[in-house]
């Protein structure tokens, strides 16, 4: 048995509009080569410029890690030539990274198994990231569009044991970001991504040879790609061989990691100041400007969901899977007149099923349901009028529905479309006498699966006849009261109620 330890540098591409030493405009998709200039080019004599945007984004995630934010930090030049870096070197961050000793706690729940565990951060640091090389059978071409976008790497500590606490920590650090809205956080256009360091070794004897598994780019894979590469140097070590200390690539079609490179030394990047960059030092201002973008995390914000309204995990894991639908939650049932807690489970009820299959099928993604046309007041009112029996959940789902499309108020339709229940008792007892005679061969086999105590045949035939009743009224009419009236005239009373 081994004990395995894993820690994760993770690359987030940061929501500046422009580059993070130049003006140009940083945005995916565009054609290639065409977001370049001197500067992230790399030409003779140009000097960079610290885009102030991307420092404070990089802090707000450092602070929203628990880091620590240094008087002073500064960049360095990381020397080396690789054909998508123009410099042959990268403006990083080395000895002064603007987030230090900082954590994140995971907690997650899955499929029965939880996962709580605090991870250490080791440092946050502000970078360009390099272009992009695409390979084209024999031809290598290069887009710079990339080259110079900002990129902030988080690293943490080899304190995770697991492919799947891994997992955790990618899944919770991709909702942390897109809360914090420094990150969109799409992995498979590269704007988050992760290289894993992985080794194992006997319980007590400390860090093993260290592999390193490159570019993995969904949580899924991260998961696969470690818990392979456990289950690999484990055998390798059963066998008395050796683990080598080299790069991997995770290959998806045959699930399992290759060798990318071999990598016996640490490499030396030669790092030193950069001397075009002047030493930072934020001052309270800007400090505070970090603080004021900090807001409830998804983690904190879910365990609060689940206290204050009562709650399963499921429920407030998926409301808070972006900030924009928890708050369209909350909102919604603060507008609702009942009691929070019976407010916030039938809410959740009606999002969690009919409004989250409604914005699939439209095509608005969670995080911009604020363009929903159900705005949360309208939802709050179709909460109260299945609450209060008002309108049953088959008609207010029918007004739902027309409000969306025609973009008004559901109050208004219910009215328009006479929608609203009906709960007169001498009104729904002419419907079930005109019942009654339509269906009175119906009624006599009722009678006799009765005498004959024939239970399912008597629930079915009833069930049948009430149908018929709630058909007569348009789905109008109070089940409740259908069914008391119901069998009444089972036991036989008579028409006149």
């Known amino acids: 048995m081994y004990q395995s330890f894993i820690g994760l540098e993770v690359h987030i591409h940061l929501l500046t509009k422009t580059k993070v030493f130049c003006g140009c405009r940083s945005a995916f998709g565009d054609e290639p080569n065409t977001n370049v200039c001197p500067v992230c080019m790399g030409y003779p004599g140009v000097l960079p410029a610290l885009n102030i945007e991307a420092m404070r984004m990089g802090c707000t995630v450092a602070r929203a890690l628990n880091c620590h934010i240094p008087e002073k930090t500064w960049f360095d030049r990381k020397q080396y030539f690789y054909p998508d870096m123009p410099k042959n070197y990268q403006i990083s961050q080395f000895a002064a990274p603007l987030g ?177 960059l002047p030493v930072f030092s934020p001052d309270p201002a800007f400090l505070e400007s970090v603080e004021a973008t900090l807001v409830e995390l998804p983690v904190p914000r879910r365990q609060r969901l689940q ?108 009215k328009e479309k006479d929608l609203e229940q009906l709960t007169d008792p001498e009104k729904i007892a002419e419907v079930l006498c005109s019942v009654h005679t339509e269906e009175a061969a119906t009624f006599a086999e009722v009678l006799a699966a009765n005498k004959a105590g024939n239970a399912k045949r008597r629930r079915s035939l009833t069930a049948y006849l009430v149908g018929k009743a709630l058909a007569k009224t348009g789905g109008r009419a109070d089940p409740r009261i259908v069914g008391e009236q119901m069998e009444a005239l089972i036991g036989g009373a008579s028409c006149v109620f």
């Not at 799947?164 to 990618?170: H, K, L, Q, R, S």
């Not at 690539?249 to 071999?262: G, H, I």
């Not at 429920?315 to 009691?339: G, H, I, T, W």
Request: with cysteine.
């Open 100 to 276: 230090q000793e900082g954590y994140i706690d995971l907690d997650s729940e899955n499929m029965g198994k939880k996962i709580q565990k605090r991870v250490r951060i080791k440092e946050c640091h502000l970078e360009e990231d390099a272009g992009k090389m695409i390979h084209t059978g024999t031809v290598s071409l290069l887009d710079y569009n990339r080259a110079g976008v900002s990129l902030l790497e988080i690293v943490s500590e080899p304190d995770m044991e697991t492919g799947e606490e891994a997992e955790v920590f990618i899944q919770q650090l991709r909702r942390m970001v897109r809360y914090l809205g420094v990150c969109d956080g799409n992995m498979e256009e590269g704007s988050l991504r992760a290289d894993a360091n992985v080794s194992i070794n006997l319980p007590g004897k400390g860090l093993g040879r260290k592999v390193e598994i490159k570019n993995l780019n969904s949580s899924r894979f991260v998961r696969l790609g470690l818990n392979y590469e456990i289950a690999r140097q484990s055998e390798l070590l059963d066998a008395g061989r050796q683990v080598t200390q080299e790069t991997r690539l995770w290959n998806q079609n045959r699930d399992q990691t290759e060798p990318m490179r071999t990598k016996e030394n640490a490499q030396d990047y030669r790092y030193f100041p950069e001397p075009d």
């Open 307 to 414: 206290t204050e309204y009562a709650l399963s995990y499921n429920q407030a894991d998926v409301l808070c899977e972006e900030r924009a639908f928890a708050d369209y939650f909350e909102a919604a049932v603060k507008a609702a007149p009942l009691p929070q807690q019976d407010a916030a489970t039938r809410v959740a009820n009606w999002l969690l099923t009919d409004i989250k299959h409604i914005l699939q099928r439209e095509n608005i993604p969670l995080s911009n349901i604020a363009a929903f046309k159900l705005t949360p007041a309208r939802l709050a009112s179709l909460v109260l009028m299945t609450a209060t029996g008002r309108v049953s959940t088959k008609n207010a789902k029918q007004a739902m529905e027309i409000a969306i499309a025609e973009d008004r108020d559901p109050d208004i339709i219910i």
